[in-house]
């Protein structure tokens, strides 16, 4: 059981690229979640989806894009991307949003933009 | 003001010490109170979580929850070292969905 797989590891961008940063659950839960963890400030959360095609923001939206095509899928999209951004990215997932359902995390990419 | 505060630490204890790992919050919606366990560059695992006030006991782990004075603790009893890790306190108006998280504590038990 794979759990939440998150790819890449690892990226180095450069001020003004843009990428893509995947997500994918294999446990059929309707919820997803994009956190980013930045030194001595905890996670922070950035989307978030309750199911396919429905999403909304989180505390720190500003400069990142998402979708939810499917149940499985969650990527976040980086546009422009600035030396603020650099960080590591968790998304995770959960059966529901209320108690009693876990939120399970992925391994994290880190990302750094220079 | 931070809505969650966590001393950052670290903490170093020896093998066998009894941890006690704290947090406070300035939300008091707040009803629902994780603890994650986070390994270096891994994601954080779920380690405990409560409603509202009150203890919960799992194993050598114990969480407690004060909500008159806002202040919530994890309690590692018999600390090994592979408990070395930082531990987010993390907590929610209505549960997993939109979770506050704490800096996290690093936590290093020494053999």
């Known amino acids: 059981n794979a759990g939440v797989t998150q790819t890449p590891k690892f990226r180095i961008l450069k001020i003004g690229q843009s990428m893509t940063l995947q997500c994918a659950q294999d446990?059929?839960?309707?919820?997803m979640y994009w956190y980013r963890q930045d030194p001595g400030m905890g996670l922070k959360l950035i989307y978030y989806?309750?199911?396919?095609?429905?999403?909304d923001k989180g505390e720190v939206p500003n400069g990142y894009n998402v979708s939810r095509s499917t149940t499985e899928d969650f990527p976040l999209r980086l546009e422009l991307a600035a030396p603020s951004q650099t960080s590591v990215y968790f998304c995770?997932?959960?059966?529901?949003?209320?108690?009693?359902?876990?939120?399970?995390f992925g391994q994290g990419t880190r990302l750094t933009v220079v | 003001q931070k809505e969650v505060e966590q001393d950052p630490g670290p903490l170093s204890v020896p093998e066998g010490a009894i941890v006690s790992l704290n947090c406070t919050y300035s939300n008091s919606a707040f009803q629902y109170f994780m603890w994650y366990r986070q390994y270096s560059r891994k994601g954080p695992e779920l380690l405990m979580y409560?409603?509202?006030?009150g203890n919960k006991e799992d194993g050598r782990f114990t969480a407690q929850v004060d909500k008159s004075s806002k202040y919530i603790s994890l309690f590692i009893r018999d600390s090994q070292p592979s408990d070395s890790a930082t531990y987010l306190c993390a907590m929610s108006v209505t549960g997993f969905q939109k979770l506050v998280f704490g800096t996290g504590t690093r936590l290093l038990v020494s053999p």
């Open positions: 409560t409603y509202s006030s």
């Open positions: 446990m059929n839960h309707n919820y």
């Open positions: 989806s309750v199911g396919a095609g429905i999403t």
């Open positions: 995770a997932s959960s059966k529901g949003g209320g108690p009693n359902t876990e939120a399970f």
